[in-house]
C-alpha cells in the first residue's frame, strides 16, 4: 500500500473514539459516554491538508445508550426562506477557523430538500468504496 503514516492514523478506529453528552472539549464530564469506533469510512474525495470533503462515516462498537443528557437530534421539517441563519453546537476546526472554536457556532441554513440531496448523494458516492456501507436510519 501506498498509504502513509499519516494517512494510516486518520483511518485506524483505534485511533479515535466517539463522546456524547458533553460541553466542554477540553475537559471529561460527569454524564458524558464514550464509545470506541468499530469503521471509519473517510470520504473518496478527501485529501489530507485539504479542506473540502472532510467527512466521514463511522460506525460504533456499541449502541448509545440515551438518557436525560445524552439524547438523539432531532431534524426538523421545517423550511422557512426567511430564516437564514441558526447558531450550532460542536468543536472542529478547519484551516481557515482557529484550532478551537467557539462551540456556539453560527451556520447558514440549507433547503431542506437541498440538503437532503447532498446527504444521499455523498452516501451513494461512498458506498462506491471498496467497502460496502450499512446504514440504519433512525
Known sequence: SSEGPSHSYLVN???FSAHFG???STAWEEFEIKIPILNIVIHPKFVQDIADHDIALVKLQQSIQ???TVRPMTLSNFSSHDVQNCSMAGWGRNFTLPEYMDPNTIVTILDIDEARDENWSLIAEMRSMEETIYYERL
Open 13 to 15: 478506529p483505534k485511533n
Open 22 to 24: 458533553k460541553h466542554n
Open 66 to 68: 440515551f438518557s436525560s
